[in-house]
């Protein structure tokens, strides 16, 4: 019999499919049905697990900022007290940028997958913070040291590996309980 094509298939295949009914019985299509249910089953959980994924670091995101605020406000302390105020005014510069490093950051990991037109707004890449703040130095080098600048900005590293103190999941399922 010549193969010709028939409805998307071959004829071929339409009557292999017709035979294996008629010898295996309706239970072939029951399975078919139930792998479908499955499939669907997994995009819901992919679906959920995506969900709370974005909650976690929703979560992240914002313990990470406030993090770095903190760090920087007891560096700003500790150069104060210890230094000179050319030298706190370097340091609060730095952590400025460190914390609008960090903040620009988030923003493009977040630009990533975006589900709606708001979030895939563009905004300046967080390499663009560095350079800024190294030619500010560079142009007032009377009002603002290079040492304290980059101690400052570089807060914002400390507070990153900071969060491996916390527990997000425990605070994830805190909230979901007390909902």
Known sequence: MAKKPFKGGRLDDFLAAGEAEARFGPGRYAAVAEDAWRIEAKREKSNEEKVRSLELYGLQKAQWLSDHVLVSL???AVA???GTPMTTTSFAFGAFFG?????????????????????????????????????????????????????????????????LV?????????????R
């Open 80 to 82: 104060w007290s210890v």
């Open 166 to 178: 916390y527990n997000f999941e425990a605070e994830m399922d805190k909230r979901a309980n007390s």
């Open 99 to 163: 914390g609008f490093y960090v903040f620009l950051k988030q923003r493009e990991v977040d630009s990533w997958a975006p589900t709606t037109v708001e979030e895939a707004r563009q905004s300046p890449p967080a390499l663009l913070m560095p350079a800024v703040m190294m030619l500010a130095v560079a142009k007032n080098p009377d009002n603002i040291s290079l040492i304290p600048t980059l101690l400052g900005f570089f807060m914002q590293k400390v507070s990153a590996v900071g969060q």
């Open 74 to 76: 007891l560096g700003v």
